[in-house]
């Protein structure tokens, strides 16, 4: 793994034991209900569900939460980033990859980013990045990949300033890759009940 970067007043490091897993799981959890409420995931989730779901991370060995701490903030965590092997990953998702014919044993799954406003546009997007991806090669791995929400241009939820992050992540090296088909089911702020969400595959080789 990487050793812990620095940005600013920003440390950004990886936690791979389990323990040191499991003592950020509330801070990760209230930093994706909080995150993905915005464009373009519009998530309407709760802390307890969110706690109780990344327990993944910290009971499945090769995963990693990166977290970033500002000291500006007494150490407070405000932003994060997860990844494990793609074969812990539930069955529904790993059929969509079987169905395309990608090779789940060989790839590391980089499953979220999450980062408060305020400490956007600083690089610790593409620290995430590094430590995520240094974790999958030191286990082996390489190839890297994750999945984005799809949203049409003309979303009712759209904010006018809104630029996707697709041009970060073809920077990061990665692709799309054609003719993959999953999606994810959740509830968005403006639905009454969950429903699923088309999501696109972007890969790269590490």
Known sequence: MLPATVI????VESLSEPDAIATVIPDLARLRVGVF???PYLYDGSAAYEADYLKLYARTPGAVVV??????????????????????????????FRAARLPVERLYYCA????????????????FFDHREARARALGYRDAC?????????HPRRPRDYRPHDAFWHKRGYAP??????SFT??????SRASPK?????????
């Open 112 to 127: 979220e980013s999450v980062l408060e406003p305020a400490w956007r546009g600083r690089g610790i997007g593409h620290a």
């Open 8 to 11: 600013g007043s920003v440390t």
């Open 37 to 39: 409420r915005e464009f």
């Open 67 to 96: 977290a970033a701490r500002d000291a500006a903030e007494g150490g407070r965590i405000v932003g994060a980033a997860t990844a494990l092997p793609l074969a812990a990953e539930h069955a529904e998702l790993l059929a969509a």
């Open 177 to 182: 890759v054609p003719g993959f088909a999953a």
């Open 186 to 191: 959740w509830r968005d702020l403006d639905e």
């Open 198 to 206: 088309a999501m696109t595959l972007w890969r790269r080789a590490l």
């Open 146 to 154: 994750f999945l984005s929400v799809i949203r049409p241009d003309d």
